[in-house]
């Protein structure tokens, strides 16, 4: 298993440019999920995901759009950059094990990140 | 925000000493995770505890919790330079439902 594979690695953005950044996962989890990881900001939750056709916003959903059109692909769309994006984005995954509502205490697997500078 | 706080946010030790992190939340948790994350890569999962438990093992990771003060504690024994990484600890609530949120992280660095 790959596990969750993000993509791209490294992108530089202009102010007001769009972009996808892609997550997949082949673990068959319902659960995924975007972060950013700022310096002293610990990760934040952008938007998450229970299963396909669900989405949900998290605590910094501004400036973000995200779909779930399939278990295994969560993208995730800046409409229109802004410097205030510049971050470290991760995508993450889990099993959810009812449904809907996450079970408390699956393990959450990460994506290696994404390194996003906007100018 | 229900974000943890880990303290301290920095920790120099030598290898072979011990290192200790604590971690603080606001509300009441289901679960509190901890994680380690080396520099440039993402998060990888060390070790869980629930909310009716006090104390966890897993090799040379010991994790306690005290929900009377909402605070967890990592302890890493016999450290060695590959443990060098940020550790982060990530709580769940009722109230959040799906929402999983990480505090800011202790950075470690194992001399040699």
């Known amino acids: 298993n790959a596990g969750v594979t993000q993509t791209p690695k490294f992108q530089v953005l202009k102010t007001g440019q769009s972009m996808t950044l892609q997550c997949a996962q082949d673990?068959?989890?319902?659960?995924m999920s975007w972060y950013r990881q700022d310096p002293g900001m610990g990760l934040r939750l952008i938007h998450y995901s229970v299963g396909a056709g669900i989405t949900d916003q998290g605590e910094v959903p501004n400036g973000y759009n995200v779909s779930r059109s399939t278990t295994e692909d969560f993208p995730l769309r800046l409409l229109s950059a802004a410097p205030s994006q510049t971050s470290v984005y991760f995508c993450?995954?889990?099993?959810?094990?009812?449904?809907?509502?996450?079970?408390?205490?699956?393990?959450?697997?990460f994506g290696e990140g994404s390194w996003l500078t906007v100018v | 925000s229900q974000q943890g706080e880990e303290d301290p946010q920095a920790l120099s030790i030598q290898e072979g000493e011990n290192a200790t992190m604590n971690c603080s939340y606001k509300t009441s948790i289901n679960n509190l995770q901890w994680y380690r994350q080396n520099s440039g890569r993402g998060l990888v999962h060390l070790i869980l505890i629930r909310s009716n438990e006090r104390e966890k093992h897993s090799g040379r990771l010991r994790v306690t919790l005290d929900t009377s003060k909402k605070s967890s504690s990592l302890l890493i024994t016999a450290s060695r330079a590959a443990d060098t990484a940020s550790y982060f600890c990530?709580?769940?609530?009722?109230?959040?439902?799906?929402?999983?949120?990480f505090g800011t992280g202790t950075s470690l660095t194992v001399i040699p």
């Open positions: 990530a709580t769940d609530t009722a109230n959040t439902g799906n929402q999983f949120y």
């Open positions: 673990m068959n989890h319902e659960y």
């Open positions: 993450a995954s889990s099993y959810s094990g009812t449904g809907r509502i996450i079970s408390s205490g699956n393990t959450i697997y």
